[in-house]
């Protein structure tokens, strides 16, 4: 069976799908094979993946409500992983899923033919905490939690917190927390390594090392339609997500 991480945060700009785009190719460097699954409906990892999401005729919408099956969606990428993409089209899947029963079970019933196929399968989820994210951590036998070094980006994460305990209650009782994976951290201040010492004991967490680099060349790899290791793979930020794939591997 793969391990399939479900990447989660409700608040927008913690680096979400980087963590997904940079984490699944440092992965595929190591000669897993991985699928990265596109759950919001901005669809930001498929087009940072070098994917116009308007040009799609099938995503992952189709997969779950459509009766598509997801292995005629995925997408394979250039010496990369594998992509489920999602379009906008995502964004009607909410009001849908909750006619469906099971509704928190539906992605799950999706990945399940494909799941022989793949390592790893990676999962980015919307920056919210409705049904696709719980869909996301009931499909998922882990959740990482990327968390800004900032103060004000902590607000929310007792939230979701409350939201995984729910879904280990109800509907995936074998998900795990594998940690807080801090972003955008900038060593250089006081702030921000105060915030990342205080941050296993706020929330009884595991912190996971290393933490990644505050670094323009994450916002210049989505433009290229490539990870930051394939755009800039000598530098800090590449470094260190390959060194969390290892550490994970």
Request: charged share 20%.
């Amino acid at each position: 069976m793969p391990r399939t991480l479900a990447v989660a945060n409700q608040k927008g700009g913690v680096a979400k799908t980087t963590t997904v785009a940079s984490l699944g190719a440092a992965l595929t460097e190591l000669g897993h094979r991985v699928l990265l699954v596109d759950l919001d409906p901005q669809a930001c990892l498929t087009f940072s993946l070098g994917i116009d999401p308007e040009e799609l005729d099938k995503s992952i919408h189709h997969a779950l409500l459509g009766g598509v099956k997801a292995r005629d969606v995925i997408v394979g990428l250039d010496d990369g992983p594998d992509l489920l993409p999602a379009t906008i089209e995502l964004a009607t899947a909410e009001l849908r899923l909750a006619r469906e029963t099971n509704p928190e079970q539906v992605l799950r019933a999706t990945l399940r033919p494909v799941i022989p196929a793949y390592d790893w399968i990676l999962v980015d989820c919307p920056p919210t905490l409705g049904l696709l994210t719980v869909n996301g951590l009931s499909a998922a036998s882990e959740v990482l939690i990327p968390l800004q070094c900032e103060t004000l980006a902590h607000r929310g994460v007792g939230q979701l917190l409350d939201t995984i305990h729910d879904v280990q209650q109800l509907t995936n009782p074998g998900l795990e927390i594998l940690g807080v994976l801090p972003t955008l951290y900038d060593g250089r201040t006081t702030h921000a390594r105060t915030v990342l010492e205080t941050i296993a004991d706020t929330y009884g967490l595991t912190v996971l090392t290393p933490a990644i680099p505050k670094s323009i060349r994450f916002a210049e790899a989505p433009a290229i339609g490539q990870s930051i290791l394939s755009t800039a793979p000598t530098t800090r930020g590449a470094a260190a997500y390959r060194e969390l794939a290892a550490a994970l591997a």
